[in-house]
């Protein structure tokens, strides 16, 4: 499957000594993408992380709230202009990084991947 467009976000709660919340937020989209799906991906990643901590050091009164966990997303646009699960097409680029049946199942073992089952079904139909 090819993605023509990737977004990305991440937003943090943040408090200060008068406990009161201020959020900050970052968000990237990034078109063309072709097959540099995990490149991309890493390259959305670095620019929000890096735009968030120079919020946050920018604004040293508010610090991260610890009780609430960060907020990320990460959607895809296809060819076709339909919604894609860029984690699942990452996953099955890596899994298909492996030469056998047996190290990408070893792979996914060591993930907590929330599509577990059909990432199994996947390597069960590409390896043979």
Do not use: C
């Not at 968000?27 to 799906?37: P, Q």
């Not at 929000?48 to 919020?55: D, I, P, Q, Y």
């Not at 009780?67 to 097409?89: C, H, M, Q, W, Y």
């Amino acid at each position: 499957m090819q993605i023509s467009t990737i977004t990305y976000s991440e937003s943090i709660e943040t408090v200060n000594d008068s406990f009161n919340k201020k959020w900050f937020k970052s968000k990237i989209e990034i078109s063309d993408v072709g097959n540099d799906l995990s490149k991309a991906r890493e390259l959305a990643m670095d620019y929000v992380g890096e735009t968030l901590k120079t919020a946050l050091a920018n604004n040293p009164d508010y610090v991260p709230n610890h009780n609430e966990p960060i907020s990320r997303k990460l959607t895809g646009i296809d060819s076709n202009n339909a919604k894609v699960d860029v984690e699942f097409e990452n996953l099955k680029i890596k899994l298909m990084e492996f030469k056998t049946l047996a190290e990408a199942e070893q792979y996914l073992s060591t993930t907590d991947f929330r599509h577990a089952i059909t990432a199994k079904q996947f390597i069960n139909s590409n390896f043979k």
